[in-house]
C-alpha cells in the first residue's frame, strides 16, 4: 500500500502578503518572553482548507485528484489581512492567528466548494468549520501568554493581495519545524477583463 504521507490542503499566499504577515510577526515574537509561544516561520504561512493527518497512497491520489479537477475552475478571490485572533479564546490562548478580510464570502464560499469536493470523494466532513485565518504561532504546552501583551498597539498591513492557488502539500514534522513540499497544484482561472 505504500508509506502514508501526512498531508493537508491549503490555499497559499502571495509573496506581499507573506512579507505583511512577517511583519506583524516581528513585532509579535518579542511580546511573549521565554519562548512561550512557537511561532511559524513565515514561509509556512497558508491558509488552511482542509488537514489530513496521514494519507495512504490511493488516499493521496484521491486528494490529487481533486486538486487537479479544481485547477482553473476558480476565479482568484481578492482579500487582505484583517484582525489578531486566539484560539480557543484571548483568555486562554493556545494558537495566535491573523484573519483574512471576507466581507464578500468568496473565501468562505471557495472552502465550501473544496469541501464537497472532498466530501464527495469519500473524505467526509471537515472536523472544524472553515475561518479564513493563517496560524502565526502556538503556544507551547503549561505555558501561558497575555492576550494584551500581544495584542497592545499592534499594527496590521492593510494592503490587498489575491489568493490564486489551491495546494495539497506534504507535511514532514522536524525538530526545527514542519517541512512542507506541495504534491499538487491548482491555479485559480485567468480574471477576464
Known sequence: MGEATRAFLALTL???AVEAA???LGQLRPRSARGDVKWVDPGNLHITLRFFGNLDGEQRERASGC???LHETFAPVATMWGALGAFPSARRIQVVWLGLEDESGKLTALAREVNHGLIRAGFGRPDKPFKAHVTLGRVRRGRAVSWDALSDRL???RAAFSISSIVLMKSVLTPRGPVYTPLETASAREPHD
Do not use: Y
Request: glycine share 0%.
Open 14 to 16: 502571495p509573496p506581499a
Open 22 to 24: 512577517a511583519e506583524t
Open 67 to 69: 486538486v487537479r479537477s
Open 155 to 157: 499594527t496590521i498591513p
